[in-house]
């Protein structure tokens, strides 16, 4: 849960990985390779609304210019592909419209939020965040192997620490 790890981050505490561990998210699931409109509209909102609560006042402008020139890009390509008689994605376009609709339309809701991470969650910078994020999820690990082969990469190396941990006790 990204949004959660975030909040635990910026309060100055540790996330730690535990490969063992089952987590039950109430209405959640996995996107499908054509998802739905609803479901892709909520997984573009809550990527958003995560970026928008808990980045730092610099941080927030600059990620969220860069997400939405992201949409604009990603808009471009599917209108481009549909001028040229390619496959039709208009689920997405539908969905990322009414993602910034939402977002404009609850920005009450949104900086209410916002605010309480601010004032009563935060206890350290960004900086603090993003290096437990680093080690987290290592972006050259990602970079090489991918999403999926690093997750196994990653969990190889915590079951290694906890090994170690074990034996050393």
């Keep these: 849960e990204t949004d959660l ?3 635990i981050w910026l309060h100055g505490l540790r996330v730690v990985y535990v490969p063992t561990s089952i987590i039950y998210h109430a209405g959640g699931g996995t996107m499908r390779s054509v998802p739905r409109p609803d479901v892709y509209f909520r997984y573009r ?3 958003l609304l995560t970026l928008l609560k808990n980045y730092n006042s610099t941080n927030v402008i600059k990620y ?3 997400a939405m020139l992201v949409d604009v890009r990603n808009l471009s390509v599917i209108l481009v592909s549909e001028i040229l008689g390619r496959r039709s994605q208009h ?5 990322l419209i009414w993602t910034y609709v939402w977002l404009f339309r609850n920005i009450k809701t949104v900086i209410e939020k916002r605010t309480v991470v601010q004032l009563r969650v935060r206890k350290v910078s960004d900086e603090h965040v993003f290096q437990a994020m680093r080690r987290m999820y290592s972006a050259p690990k990602l970079i090489l192997y991918g999403q999926a082969k690093a997750r196994i990469i990653q969990t190889r190396l915590v079951d290694i620490g906890l090994q170690s941990l074990r034996k050393s006790s």
């Design 45 to 47: 909102r809550n990527q």
């Design 91 to 95: 689920l997405p376009v539908i969905s």
């Design 5 to 7: 790890s975030w909040r």
């Design 64 to 66: 969220f210019i860069i």
